[in-house]
């Protein structure tokens, strides 16, 4: 649990997280880094339909051979974001696409209240653009990291090991806010 005998006034509180969200303990002057990999088999599958309703739509002999380019450009464009990579470490949370030249997105921990886990996702993938409910990459069967936001929104991710992520962006929260015991 996340607990500190520490008081910082109310500003401060108000960006502390609940109890019950995971909290990694570090050592002072040790580091940790997390890091995962997923393959997301909605948008290979997504991204295969396209490219083959694409590929046949080129050979249809229709006159709009713009319609089965753009389809099969947009089912390679899924097929190679359903590879993602999270890495967790000093200097905050990255997404990233390794299939789309490493395209990425950084999380700092100063816009970051909290971490916590959800059991799965809702089913729904969000990409890494995102919306107004939030952004990352999620899938209906593993459990979720969710990084509360100063904004409302949250950054969520499918891993294997939500909680340990989730604990270690705590524990690095606390560290960087200077809270005892990590």
Partial sequence: MYDSP??????????????G??????????????????????????????????????????RSWQGATLMALMGLAAILSARTRLRIDGGGVEVSLPGLGGLRRVVPYDTVLFA????????RGLGIIGGSRGWGYVSGR???LALRLPD???????????????????ASLARARGDAGC
């Fill in 6 to 19: 520490q008081h910082h006034g109310p500003q401060q509180d108000a960006a502390r997280p609940p109890l």
């Fill in 21 to 62: 969200v995971p909290l990694l303990p570090l050592a002072p002057g040790r580091r940790a880094v997390y890091a995962a990999s997923a393959w997301y088999p909605r948008s290979l599958l997504l991204g295969a339909a396209m490219l083959a309703f694409g590929w046949f739509g080129l050979f249809n002999l229709s």
């Fill in 116 to 123: 916590s886990v959800r059991p799965e996702a809702s089913g």
């Fill in 142 to 144: 593993e459990p979720v």
């Fill in 152 to 170: 409302g929104r949250e950054f969520l991710y499918s891993t294997r090991d939500a909680e340990t992520a989730a604990a270690l962006v705590n």
